[in-house]
């Protein structure tokens, strides 16, 4: 059985992606909370894709739209899973450089602060 895949919409032009990149990542928590809801719809989706093709095996009935259709949602959430995973990624780098700048008291210093906004000590001075 072939698979026929419904014709590509117009996704985003590229000129488009570098600036949705650039905006505020939201909070990491947020993500990985969506990530994991996503997850379990993927599984579920994929468990009731395969009954689904069970049972049109067993009436020797396949309707081929309704599996492209179900195909191409499950490629849709991949999607953004593999967006949420670049977004992890660069909200988890982004924490390994606000962690490594920290005073000796333990405040975060602010990018080309001279001071500690806590105790005062001279950022770099020790
Ligand atoms: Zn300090």
């Given at each position: 059985m072939r698979l026929r895949r419904a014709p590509e919409t117009p996704e985003e032009t590229p000129a488009a992606?570098?600036?949705?990149?650039?905006?505020?990542?939201p909070p990491p928590a947020h993500l990985r909370r969506e990530r994991r809801a996503l997850l379990?719809?993927?599984?579920?989706?994929?468990?009731?894709l395969g009954g689904l093709l069970v049972e049109m095996y067993r009436r020797d009935q396949f309707r081929q739209e309704l599996l492209v259709d179900r195909c191409d949602e499950?490629?849709?959430l991949e999607e953004r899973l593999a967006?949420?995973?670049?977004?992890?990624?660069?909200?988890?780098s982004?924490?390994?450089?606000?962690?490594?700048?920290?005073?000796e008291c333990g405040a975060p210093i602010?990018?080309?602060?001279?001071?500690c906004g806590q105790c005062g000590r001279e950022v770099g001075a020790a």
């Open positions: 992606a570098p600036r949705a990149l650039r905006r505020a990542l379990q719809v993927r599984e579920r989706r994929l468990r009731d499950l490629a849709k967006e949420l995973d670049t977004l992890l990624t660069a909200a988890a982004r924490g390994r450089v606000r962690d490594a700048a920290r005073c602010f990018w080309g602060a001279k001071f």
